[in-house]
């Protein structure tokens, strides 16, 4: 029992893609079997019945093989080679299964915690460090980055500006 799956092993992408071409192709043909009155459906019924019926194992059914079931089992041979094709041209060049979830989102996290960046001697040392945003002068050393300006920025417009005469519209007064 063993010796199959074993001599299977180095083929498993192959193998892989094999069953679920016949599974997938006999999935499409069991309904049109059903409507037209074929016997590809007993593959299946007698499997089942075989399981769950004690008496069963003694039947011996052998349905007759007809041109409707010939014609199935063409288009079943047909759908088959077809699912192959299809699926083993959507797996050229990618790997034979992909990775397990944790691996991606281990890899993931990596790569954001730690990104790769090469340093030089010009590249700074506190790289997420952030200067206080002051202007001293005409001397723009003191400037906030960009980044922190444009936010400050922002910040000043949603403040309410005071009126510039402080008569006028106040409440107060009137």
């Not at 999935?27 to 069963?56: C, M, Q």
Request: net charge positive; charged share 15%.
């Amino acid at each position: 029992m063993l010796s199959v799956p074993l001599l299977l092993i180095p083929f498993n992408q192959k193998a892989n893609i094999i069953s679920c071409a016949v599974l997938g192709a006999y999935a499409v043909i069991i309904p049109i079997d059903h409507y037209i009155g074929s016997n590809l459906k007993y593959i299946i019924v007698n499997i089942i019945r075989r399981a769950t019926s004690l008496e069963f194992k003694s039947a011996i059914i052998a349905p007759p093989y007809q041109l409707r079931d010939l014609i199935l089992t063409l288009v079943w041979a047909g759908l088959v080679g077809m699912g192959y094709v299809v699926q083993w041209q959507q797996q050229l060049g990618k790997p034979p299964f992909p990775p397990p979830p944790w691996q991606v989102r281990g890899e993931r996290f990596r790569r954001n915690r730690f990104p790769q960046t090469t340093a030089t001697e010009r590249t700074p040392l506190l790289i997420d460090a952030r200067i206080p945003w002051s202007s001293t002068g005409d001397d723009n050393v003191f400037d906030s980055p960009p980044s922190t300006s444009n936010w400050q920025s922002f910040l000043r417009k949603l403040q309410p500006s005071a009126p510039a005469n402080p008569m006028i519209n106040h409440p107060q007064t009137a």
